[in-house]
């Protein structure tokens, strides 16, 4: 048979004629499999190739299903697959003939060659076209699988391991609207997986009891890997729950428990999993991906037991919290945040030990979550960590709370994350004051200490008070605490007094330097010149982090003004405090006095 559509010269066949190249084909028809050569398979490439690159595809398909090439085709048709595929995912006009090809193809040669040339195909796909070759290629692949009588479990890791390595290739949308565009179709990709590994699951659950458990094992490390990439970039949002992600995502937790690998166990109760092929780390994202998935968003949650207590699945997420949170990803900050959200949400208030806070994960949670806090550059993150910071010491008993609040200002040096722990320190104080919430914790000789934390100036005398304004000290004790109190007054307020005083010097003395600057430019000749001179001056002068010297000259005048009248309340609040202790010492003395007298 003449093979139509062929090129009258190719590289290949640069000194033949048509006659010439059809005398070859006879040739490769008549050699048996094991005389065919490299170069036979070379040129039978080259062939096919000059085919698709004229368009001929249904001539090509017609000579691949001639009864007469069939044991050629099985020989080397699997050279045949890497151009096939490549003009499938580029050329939809010839898409059905080139897809009839290949198929024809894979269901004629050997299926462990298929499997090698398919494999290759996709490791080797462009960057460009990996999406579209994914796509021509997983159901050709599944075809080779099932044609396999020995070693499928293993030819089916590879081929999830090759899949999903392409698969975390491809950009994550971060919205809505970049799902529905899928530009780079990720989306697409992750139905034709589900497509992929579904009738594997199927058979996961009918063979028998070895070969199920081979195939179970690879199927768990695709879905974990899965888990980590890209399902843990991915917003998966509620209003989402249609998007391909959300429905990759219930795949692969409905493929969880169909293998029977629940949730709850691969959370709660299992080690590090000799079967699963990821490191310590990754594995704790992929764990903490499944927990947001089943804990935040109610996915699979029928199968979730009931059984758990608050507490428990609260300690059991910690660690895959504080994974999440300590990446630089907004993905698993977000996830890791909500995930720990919704575990002390359903934790009942002032409930939580003082013995969790020992735990090394607890320990680990709370300095990530303090990272988000103080060193995150966006604000959204930094903010819901605070909520979720709150939520925590709502949760926490006294001794807990009183702990907490000791860890945190020793190790935080923020000042807006000490302001947060004071004003909830001052709580509660005014909480243990009301009757039958009394508590050593925060009025007894326990707190002596606590407030020995507070009451303390970073860099003594050359603290910045107006930067450290947020770390609010106004707070009261009762007579039970007061003596202990008054021994750290002396000093603290000693060198709060010698701080304000430098700093009102300081900032007088800019105020009048920038007075005498507006006189002297009122005298024409020296005006650039000082104007110049006074702003070399002033460059590094700030006030609570604001550059003072950017601004302008009036707008510099009422902020330094401000700062001189925010130090003047300073020293009018430290003499109304010292009037106050004084008041109270002697009406303690009165009594005393007048009690004495009664008894005698």
Known sequence: MVLKGLPERTEVTAMMDEGQVNDLIQRWRDTPEDELTPEDRQHFNHLGRACLTRGDTEHFLNFLQDDKNQRMVK????????????EASKNRKSCDHVQAAIAHVTTTCRPDEVLQSLLHVMEDADPDAISQ??????????????RLEEGRASSLGSALRVLHEQLARLPVPYSERWEEDDRFGLGRCCDAMSAFTETFVEEARNDDAGKRRQIKMELLNFCMRSLREPLLEASLTPGTRTSPMWRFASHIVATLAAIRESAAE???????????????????????????????????????????????????????????????????????LALFETCLERVADNSLPATLLELKSFHDVKQSLLRVLVECPMQHLRESGLKVLQLLINKLDAEAKHKLFRSLLKTSRHS????????NIRNQVELSMKPGNATRWFLGPEFVSLLGLVLTLPQGAETDLLHNMDKDRALRTNADV???????????????????????????????????EHKLKARAARASNCSRASNN????????????????????HQVLLSALVTLDLMESLIVRTEEIAEEKNADRLDTVDLCVKNHV
């Open 75 to 86: 020989s080397m048709g699997c050279v045949l697959l890497a151009p096939l595929v490549k």
């Open 133 to 146: 070759t994914l796509v021509v290629v997983v159901s050709h692949l599944q075809t080779g699988l099932l």
């Open 266 to 336: 691969l959370l709660f109760f299992s080690t590090v999993k000799k079967d699963i092929r990821m490191d310590k780390t990754q594995l704790a994202e992929s764990k903490g991906c499944l927990a947001y998935l089943v804990i935040v968003k109610l996915l699979d949650l029928e199968r979730f037991p009931i059984v758990f207590s608050p507490e428990f699945v609260l300690q059991r997420n910690v660690e895959y919290v504080h994974q999440l949170l300590r990446s630089k990803k907004e993905s698993h900050t977000l996830k890791g």
């Open 416 to 423: 807006g994350m000490e302001g947060h722990i004071v004003n």
């Open 482 to 516: 007061w003596e202990a109190v008054r021994r750290m007054k002396d000093e603290y307020n000693g060198t709060l007094r010698v701080c304000i005083r430098m700093w009102r010097t300081y900032y007088a003395a800019q105020r009048d330097h920038l007075r005498d």
């Open 537 to 556: 001056s002033r460059n590094s002068l700030t006030v609570k982090g604001d550059k003072v010297s950017k601004m302008p000259p009036e707008v510099q």
